[in-house]
């Protein structure tokens, strides 16, 4: 089991910057990839970044790449999801997502809003 509690978000312009957090706890959070989606309003929920917390592997989807960056802080069970040059475009819901890499089974947080204005 593994519970996500997010925190971040809220209104910026265009051009502006964002940070969210996610603080994970439960066991064999090694075995976890961490993730970043978003779902705008009548759309489907999209990926945005991936992470793992045992390597540099990082994933981004292209409409974030350069502009988005996911890190972590393994000493506070932490995923941060850093948010540049912000667009209209990017106003939704974030989700963070731990999948797990051997059972496929996910947990998400509870969402973050995000919006941007033009």
């Known amino acids: 089991q593994v519970q996500l509690v997010e925190s971040g978000g809220g209104l910026v312009q265009t051009g502006g910057s964002l940070r969210l957090s996610c603080a994970a706890t439960g066991r064999t959070l090694s075995n976890y990839l961490m993730g970043w989606f978003r779902q705008a309003p009548g759309k489907e929920r999209e990926f945005v970044a991936a992470?793992?917390?045992?390597?540099?592997?990082?994933n981004y989807a292209d409409s974030v790449k350069g502009r988005f960056t996911i890190s972590r802080d393994n000493a506070k069970n932490t995923v941060y999801l850093q948010m540049n040059s912000l667009k209209p475009e990017d106003t939704a819901v974030y989700y963070c997502?731990?999948?797990?890499?051997?059972?496929?089974?996910?947990?998400w947080g509870q969402g973050s809003q995000v919006t941007v204005s033009s």
């Open positions: 992470s793992t917390w045992i390597n540099d592997y990082t």
């Open positions: 997502n731990a999948e797990n890499r051997y059972t496929t089974t996910q947990y």
